[in-house]
């Protein structure tokens, strides 16, 4: 009898509840793991909808990362800086912007490969060169090569200036700099041509 009873109380001892889950989490105790799955499966699924809505194998894979990077650094969570709810919440927002971004690199990989970018570059730069009048072409000899491919990059092919200037590694305000200062070359030498010519 006296045996039964033990078994009793260590059932007693591994019930969860609010006051108990952190501490038991931290000795990796597997109902409290179970417990923050029920509690907080809610707000974690809301923080990762919001940027893998319409992905329901990512969510997945996702809220099963969450749950693990909990049980696994669960000894970096502070009480004093804040709730559990507001920690794995955010733990939820990073990985799924993680995921997110994965997601984007792979589709871009298994849409284009990087021949067929070469390919469409080059396709691209044939038809610049048909397209682009003699007169703007001589304009935009008179610039360096690299203002030359920044100018037809934003205006011709209306590339946003930030993937510019993170293909050239510099700033966007570098890029604004570098635009304003070949306008300003354009200009002029335009004026020369139509004085030459006039």
Same mark, same amino acid.
Request: aromatic share 10%.
């Given at each position: 009898?006296?045996?039964?009873? /033990? ?43 919001? /940027? ?64 067929? *970018? ?34 037809? *990059? ?8 930030? *993937? ?19 306008? /300003? ?14």
């Amino acid at each position: 009898m006296r045996k039964l009873a /033990n078994e009793d109380h260590r059932e007693v001892v591994d019930i969860i509840n609010q006051n108990n889950y952190i501490s038991k989490l931290r000795k990796h105790n597997e109902k409290a793991l179970e417990y923050i799955v029920r509690e907080y499966g809610g707000c974690v699924k809301a923080a990762i909808y919001k /940027n893998l809505a319409g992905m329901p194998e990512e969510m997945d894979e996702c809220m099963d990362d969450v749950f693990l990077d909990a049980w696994n650094n669960i000894d970096r969570f502070d009480e004093k800086k804040g709730s559990f709810k507001s920690w794995i919440t955010a733990i939820a927002r990073f990985r799924s912007i993680d995921y997110l971004r994965r997601y984007s690199r792979r589709c871009d990989e298994e849409d284009i490969d990087d021949h067929e *970018r070469e390919l469409a570059r080059d396709n691209l730069m044939e038809m610049l060169d048909e397209e682009i009048s003699d007169g703007m072409e001589k304009l935009l000899k008179g610039l360096t090569d690299d203002d030359r491919d920044i100018i037809l *990059r934003y205006y011709w092919d209306e590339q946003d200036v930030a *993937r510019i200037a993170d293909d050239y590694g510099v700033t966007s305000s570098t890029i604004y700099s570098r635009m304003s200062r070949a306008r /300003n070359k354009l200009k002029a030498y335009a004026e020369v041509v139509n004085n030459h010519e006039g």
